[in-house]
């Protein structure tokens, strides 16, 4: 994310703040991940272990575990708590890319600026790295979130955002409004209705699920739960629409995968509905809807208010 | 599973149980699993949830399901409070059959006597499939065990049961054996210790956690659970004996899959390295340990005395 000029000041202090996280993030989903050792008695197979940490650690802005913390904090806790939960999150966000580039589904061969999973090993092993992610992060909740009736919640949200309602729903949904898998009966109408529909679960559900577990792990209040969570569905589109002009204009360089790619697929996007000027009045109307749901939050929902308005400037 | 001669009395009583018992599995599965509605609001896609009821619907001998229940009524359970932990546990087993299906992976055309999940649909959708089974059985779990602490210890119990290090880890060993996917650094002997080290992943973790789970949501003794997870480590391997046995000598009509596919892979199984009678006494000789590991149990093992016995005459 880009510093915005007008907001300098603050905006170092949120950098800090997100290099800071982010390094801690790193350290702990390293921790979790399996090690790779060449070891036939091991019970992780070492190219299984290799496969998931290739994808894991392989770089990333890790926004759903910053969005996670950040919402902890803002309700209140000290320390790191929320470290486990938003290492779930990425493991499953991690888990829905190298899924979702498989031959069969996106046929994506760069990710985060290298070989994406079944590259740089193969497909099977890329499966089965998705499946151990997406069991790994479940695993890490339920061992490490306290108390227990936290981890029980965060379990719940995570599954509930990541299931058939959820991201796999968007996912399958968004194959379809592309023609690449049948539809059962169910119109997929090319409207921005029908487009935000997709988003809502593709993307959205988890990036919301990042600010409910952060409030579950902080035992947070009714009020803060649902600022947040107003907070996280604005913050979930406004993230989309970014992206979507990003394949219009981003850097390659900076993004790590190819660019232009959603036009050549005549993929329903932002700016096909909104134009560029219009995607990006709508991207800042909903950053600005984020802040507003913060306010009961005060003083503790400044790092949300400073991300909510950089990721508007983001180019990667 | 057949009745064995000698033991028709007691037989008979276990078959009434497991019919009633898969009757209440077969119910419940079907009230978790998305409806398929052709609503383009409908969170989620029909398609979805069609491959979903395809592949958990379309039969099978429910075994994780009736360890499950059997374990939780062992150690005290009236009622049915083990259900939504069985068909969790059902869940997870589908989905891997799923994925293990996938031309990547085993490529297999047929299961369960009818179409693969790929077959049916496509490979995209299948895989979509697996991942929301998997990401339901953890929701099925918070959010209807009873209560919540025991809920917690399902969630990690499946989830360690499933993962890399378990169910995942042994698909991943059993394709290096096999020399469909590459080995980085570990060797992967053909002893059978290497091939017991597999099938204690592959099978043996996911129905050792039904037993695991079954004492959980009990709130069993130490001792109970710790008779039930001897029981099922043994199980577990005499199924996987019994499994290998049928794909020599199985009716391709009853067990619904092809036969004869291990020797045309190649495959280590264990009448390769012990002969079809020697692997047919080792069967016998681990169920036998499996019967002597619920002697805490008393009376109330019963039940899951005769079905260890009954496995060693499956014919699917």
């Not at 000029?5 to 996280?21: Q, S």
């Not at 109408?189 to 577990?213: F, S, V, Y």
């Not at 947070?220 to 649902?226: G, K, N, R, V």
């Amino acid at each position: 994310m880009t510093s915005s000029g007008t907001r300098t000041a603050e905006v170092l202090g949120l950098g800090a703040y997100l290099e800071r996280t982010q390094e801690r993030v790193e350290a702990a989903l390293s921790s979790y991940l399996p090690e790779v050792e060449a070891d036939p008695a091991a019970a992780c197979p070492a190219r299984l272990a290799q496969a998931m940490r290739h994808s894991v650690l392989g770089g990333g802005k890790r926004l759903r575990p910053v969005l996670c913390v950040m919402a902890a904090e803002a309700c209140g806790s000290e320390g790191a708590p929320a470290l486990p939960a938003a290492c779930a999150l990425e493991m499953v966000h991690t888990y829905s890319l190298i899924h979702d580039d498989l031959p069969a589904m996106d046929d994506d061969d760069l990710r985060r600026g290298r070989p994406s999973c079944h590259k740089a090993f193969d497909e099977a092993t890329a499966i089965l790295a998705g499946d151990a992610l997406l069991t790994l992060a479940f695993e890490v909740v339920a061992r490490e979130v306290r108390p227990g009736s936290a981890a029980l919640r965060c379990v719940r949200i995570l599954a509930e955002a990541a299931g058939a309602t959820g991201m796999v729903g968007g996912q399958m949904a968004d194959l379809q409004a592309e023609g690449r898998t049948a539809t059962q009966g169910e119109p997929v109408a090319g409207t921005l209705a029908a487009l935000e529909a997709i988003h809502r679960r593709k993307t959205g559900a988890l990036l919301r699920a990042a600010l409910g577990m952060g409030a579950a792990v902080a035992e947070a209040t009714e009020l803060c739960t649902q600022a947040l969570d107003r907070y996280g569905t604005a913050v979930g589109l406004a993230f989309q629409i970014v992206d979507d002009l990003l394949d219009v204009q981003g850097d390659p360089t900076k993004l790590g995968k190819r660019v232009g790619k959603d036009s050549e697929l005549g993929k329903w996007t932002y700016p096909r509905f909104l134009g560029i000027d219009g995607s990006r009045r709508r991207a800042r109307q909903l950053a600005e809807e984020a802040v507003a749901a913060l306010e009961p939050l005060g003083p503790r929902g400044e790092y949300l208010r400073g991300l909510a308005l950089a990721l508007l400037e983001r180019d990667r």
